[in-house]
């Protein structure tokens, strides 16, 4: 069944059942399968087709980013998707009467910490509420679910920061590069005791993720010990290869203590063709060997196949069946590979293919936290969250991080090194976002935002959306039918049906004729400085919209 025409008059408090029973298609996935691929999209070129496009490349999407694309080309949007876009400074102290940013490379400070760790998720909500068009923010975000560490077993702010810096630098760069950088991440050695790891008694906790999580992927184990694309073995010979690294607290960096390298010959099983790596006993060389390490499980055609399916997952749909395995995984990896791992060149063809705007891939995907939570923000105008004491800005912002956690997509605290089970766990997949807990959560967060208020912490300012900012989106706000729809085009992902249409005509005109609405609206306009009409109108158009927000459409991306 057409996920649209299921959910099309639901009543919000059907939603959570909704969602789950829209979302499972059948058994074989035969619901959701198309044939395009990965060749150009030639189709119309319009507001719901753009929509679509920076609604899974950014978090939500401004009215204001909507009109300025288009009158662009689809290729403009995609060029201008993909502009990297300046470096940002490093987290302020909001301690510090200048607002430094000393902490992120000054020594340790145990009593200060998990202040600094606060700044820095303040600081990160901030680059993704503020963000411009760009692709940017939404692949750091998909690299710290991929490359995933905790603040709560590496307990350094700084190596936290470090790591952000290091996604958002390669956001749009090499993969096979941004692998090398993160095995060498302080971060990544002391979350999966990369530390530890010595000639004589190596931790193979990394070596073990860097094959099944992070690049080639496990695949079934069709023997003891042989996951088709690697074996136990495989493991313990990577290991040896990562023997010597641990990271340096003064230098917030790696280190390399020759004496901790196993400097022996390291043998790979006939999965990556019996691949032996020559050891060595030095810095350079013990480099060399992880290069090595690396262009042997690169060059795997596995590898590129992985790490494909996990950027579909993220922007497309969950579910791979074998048409979209052939159509668009396998053009994906070989165009991967044939540009030496940059992802560039892949999220051009991704966002340009006749697969991203087939009609069953709009509004098919449940928005994870951080898109629900930053994407709504993003589409009205608050009272500014960075005010000139640095301290309220993080308050504020440190708000928004805690309403993200609550729902379950928690900023550098995962559940554990696989990351977020909505992008792995088969079969419930980003149905996982939705359960009795947090989908009251969702619920109450726009409603507060809409009618109740949206209060931050320390009591710096409570949020409620402008409804009248919503009737300056509207070509005609005095159409009760423009008026609805084009809300729900700026809102939902697909058109409403007129069931849905109706529907939200009664929370607006509880049982009145349309004209009603006319007459209210332009006496508002006749008399703006009313404030008796002022607030008849507001009313109308914010209970308008916290029914609107509380739609299982809304849910949807």
């Not at 069944?1 to 919000?12: D, E, I, K, W």
């Not at 996951?227 to 023997?243: F, P």
């Not at 898109?371 to 504020?396: M, Q, W």
Request: charged content about 20%.
């Amino acid at each position: 069944m057409n996920r649209r025409t299921f959910l099309a008059g639901v009543s919000p408090g059907k939603l959570a059942s909704l969602l789950h029973r829209s979302s499972a298609g059948n058994a074989t996935g035969q619901s959701y399968r198309v044939s395009s691929g990965l060749e150009p999209y030639t189709g119309a070129w319009g507001y719901q087709q753009s929509a679509h496009l920076l609604r899974r490349a950014m978090f939500g999407v401004r009215k204001q980013e909507l009109d300025t694309v288009q009158g662009m080309t689809l290729s403009a949007v995609v060029d201008l998707l993909l502009q990297p876009g300046p470096t940002p400074p490093p987290p302020p102290d909001y301690n510090d009467a200048n607002g430094s940013t000393a902490w992120s490379t000054a020594a340790y400070n145990s009593s200060r910490d998990n202040a600094f760790l606060a700044f820095t998720l303040s600081w990160w909500s901030g680059l993704m509420l503020s963000q411009e068009i760009s692709l940017r923010e939404k692949m750091t975000l998909f690299w710290h679910n991929h490359f995933v560490s905790s603040w709560v077993s590496v307990k350094d702010s700084r190596y936290m920061y470090r790591q952000n810096a290091l996604f958002r630098q390669h956001a749009l760069g090499n993969f096979k590069e941004l692998a090398k950088q993160v095995t060498l991440d302080p971060a990544m050695l002391r979350y999966l005791n990369g530390n530890t790891n010595k000639k004589g008694t190596p931790n193979e906790n990394y070596a073990r993720e860097l094959q099944e999580l992070f690049t080639i992927g496990k695949g079934p184990e069709i023997a003891p010990g042989n996951y088709t694309n690697y074996t136990e073995d495989d493991i313990k010979a990577a290991a040896r290869v990562l023997t010597g690294y641990s990271d340096d607290t003064g230098a917030i960096t790696h280190k390399f203590t020759a004496a901790n390298h196993d400097s022996g010959n390291k043998t790979f099983s006939a999965n990556y063709g019996g691949k032996v790596i020559t050891g060595r006993n030095n810095a350079s060389g013990a480099m060399a060997e992880l290069d090595e390490l690396l262009e042997m499980i690169f060059g795997q055609d596995a590898t590129a196949l992985y790490i494909c399916r996990k950027l579909y997952r993220w922007f497309v749909y969950y579910q791979i069946d074998a048409a979209t395995e052939q159509n668009m995984i396998v053009p994906m990896a070989q165009l991967l590979r044939s540009n030496n791992f940059d992802v560039a060149p892949v999220l051009r063809a991704l966002f340009s293919s006749a697969h991203f705007y087939d009609p069953a891939n709009i509004g098919c995907m449940i928005k994870n936290p951080v898109d629900l939570v930053i994407g709504t923000l993003r589409l009205f105008t608050f009272p500014d969250l960075n005010p000139d004491k640095l301290n309220l800005k993080y308050f504020g912002l440190r708000t928004l991080r805690r309403t993200m956690a609550a729902m379950q997509a928690d900023l550098m605290g995962h559940p554990n090194v696989a990351g977020w089970p909505a992008y792995w766990q088969e079969p419930v997949y980003h149905r996982a976002w939705i359960n009795a807990d947090t989908l009251q959560k969702r619920v109450k967060f726009t409603n507060d935002l809409a009618t109740d208020g949206y209060k931050l912490d320390e009591g710096y300012a409570t949020l409620l959306i402008d409804p009248m900012e919503l009737a300056s989106f509207i070509s005609d706000p005095s159409d009760v039918s423009k008026l609805i729809d084009e809300t729900a085009a700026l809102l939902f992902p697909n058109p409403i049906t007129q069931r849905q249409h109706d529907q939200i005509k009664a929370v607006l005109l509880p049982g009145l004729p349309d004209y009603e609405w006319t007459v209210e609206w332009e006496e508002y306009q006749n008399e703006p400085t009313n404030e008796s009409k002022k607030k008849a109108v507001a009313g109308k158009l914010s209970a308008m919209l916290k029914y609107m927000l509380a739609m299982a459409e809304y849910q949807l991306s």
